[in-house]
Antibody, heavy 122, light 110 residues
Framework: QVQLVESGGGVVQPGRYLRLSCATS????????MHWVRQAPGKGLEWVAV????????YYADSVKGRFTVSRDNSRNTLYLDIKRLRADDTAVYYC???????????????WGRGTMVTVSS | QSALTQPPSLSAAPGQRVAISCSGS????????VSWYQQLPGTAPKLVIF???QRPTVIPARFSGSKSGTSATLAITGLQTGDEADYYC???????????FGGGTKLTVL
């Protein structure tokens, strides 16, 4: 059974650092690009980042460039999102998601985790 | 990053057909595949259409997608109360090197 489980969220003060994790199982993790998508309370979906299957490249939304870093450990089947200098507008549920087709990073995602909530507040 | 344009809300009666539009530009919808997601309250999004017109096997044939130029449409026929949800379109943008989502359409089944 294909599964994605996010963790690492919580209440964090502005300016601090946070690492989110996405543990995966049930599929060949090392052959898929992986995405992060977030959703602020009461708002729509916002794509955050994608990382290549081998971690060699990544793209980011303009709103997070320079503060977010996506990485992966294929030996642990785990995806990460490092967030520096947290801001109030980073408050959101963060989802990891897997594309429909292995090797493809531009197209649809069909497997989502349940998300982890990040609240940035003093 | 500019979002794809969707109507904020639509409503229709059970059994009727509804069409949700998604407007973009040549750099996104015009040159890349469109996907559609359904999100029920408090849950993760669920893929209902990918590659413009393809349905995952678990999605009923009542859901269909189409694309023309820089616009796409998600149509749902035989509306059911369980279809009441937020729907989002998405596409890769070649200029931004990013996935962009529509703002979402809240579908109410009266």
């Amino acid at each position: 059974q294909v599964q994605l489980v996010e963790s690492g969220g919580g209440v964090v003060q502005p300016g601090r650092y946070l690492r989110l994790s996405c543990a995966t199982s049930g599929f060949s993790f090392s052959t898929y690009a992986m995405h992060w998508v977030r959703q602020a309370p009461g708002k729509g979906l916002e794509w955050v980042a994608v990382v290549w299957f081998d971690g060699s490249n990544a793209y980011y939304a303009d709103s997070v460039k320079g503060r977010f870093t996506v990485s992966r450990d294929n030996s642990r089947n785990t995806l990460y999102l490092d967030i520096k200098r947290l801001r109030a507008d980073d408050t959101a549920v963060y989802y990891c998601a897997r594309p429909v087709i292995r090797g493809k990073f531009k197209d649809a995602v069909d497997v989502w985790g349940r998300g982890t909530m990040v609240t940035v507040s003093s | 990053q500019s979002a794809l344009t969707q109507p904020p809300s639509l409503s229709a009666a059970p059994g009727q057909r509804v069409a949700i539009s998604c407007s973009g530009s040549r750099s996104n919808i015009g040159n890349n595949y469109v996907s559609w997601y359904q999100q029920l309250p408090g849950t993760a999004p669920k893929l209902v259409i990918f590659d413009n017109v393809q349905r995952p096997t678990v999605i009923p044939a009542r859901f269909s997608g189409s694309k023309s130029g820089t616009s796409a449409t998600l149509a749902i026929t035989g509306l059911q109360t369980g279809d009441e949800a937020d729907y989002y379109c998405a596409a890769w943008d070649n200029n931004l090197n990013a996935v962009i989502f529509g703002g979402g359409t809240k579908l109410t089944v009266l």
